[in-house]
């Protein structure tokens, strides 16, 4: 594939695959310490029904702190039918002994699951383990 135009370092951008939203991911900074990208560790999981269906809103922390990890994107997974899975990813700086913050900030993700559900059927939504279930409208 081939992008039209150059991507933006600490820019989000989303991925669409027929019509549905996937994945959404954070370019790294080039000049910056080399960075590896973790599952966040997930705060609360909180499932909403909208006029467009349903969305989680998600929120994750940044395990070393505001200095040395900063949020990186989310990925919807569908391959089962009454099973949503989705994964919060971070970026952490690779090298050792570096001097991080010790904050623990969080960031809350706002996440469109749409309307392809079934009336009436259970589903269970996983975040990075973290589970949730809710019957469909």
Same mark, same amino acid.
């Given at each position: 594939?081939?992008?039209?135009?150059?991507?933006?370092?600490?820019? &989000? *951008?989303?991925?669409?695959?027929?019509?549905?939203?996937?994945?959404?991911?954070?370019?790294?900074?080039?000049?910056?310490?080399?960075?590896?990208?973790?599952?966040?560790?997930?705060?609360?999981?909180?499932?909403?029904?909208?006029?467009?269906? *349903?969305?989680?809103?998600?929120?994750?922390?940044?395990?070393?702190?505001?200095?040395?990890?900063?949020? @990186?994107?989310? &990925?919807? @997974?569908?391959?089962?039918?009454?099973?949503?899975?989705?994964?919060?990813?971070?970026?952490?700086?690779?090298?050792?002994?570096?001097?991080?913050?010790?904050? *623990?900030?969080?960031?809350?993700?706002?996440?469109?699951?749409?309307?392809?559900?079934?009336?009436?059927?259970? *589903?269970?939504?996983?975040?990075?383990? &973290? &589970?949730?279930?809710?019957?469909?409208?």
């Amino acid at each position: 594939m081939t992008l039209c135009r150059a991507l933006t370092a600490e820019d &989000e *951008y989303p991925v669409t695959v027929n019509g549905k939203l996937t994945l959404l991911f954070t370019v790294p900074q080039s000049d910056g310490q080399a960075m590896a990208e973790k599952e966040s560790p997930i705060q609360s999981v909180m499932l909403d029904e909208t006029d467009d269906g *349903y969305q989680l809103i998600v929120v994750s922390g940044l395990s070393l702190g505001s200095a040395c990890s900063k949020f @990186n994107g989310d &990925e919807i @997974n569908r391959r089962f039918f009454d099973r949503v899975e989705v994964t919060v990813t971070h970026l952490e700086i690779e090298a050792q002994n570096v001097p991080c913050t010790t904050d *623990y900030p969080t960031v809350e993700s706002v996440i469109s699951l749409g309307d392809v559900f079934e009336t009436g059927r259970t *589903y269970t939504v996983s975040v990075n383990g &973290e &589970e949730t279930s809710f019957i469909a409208r």
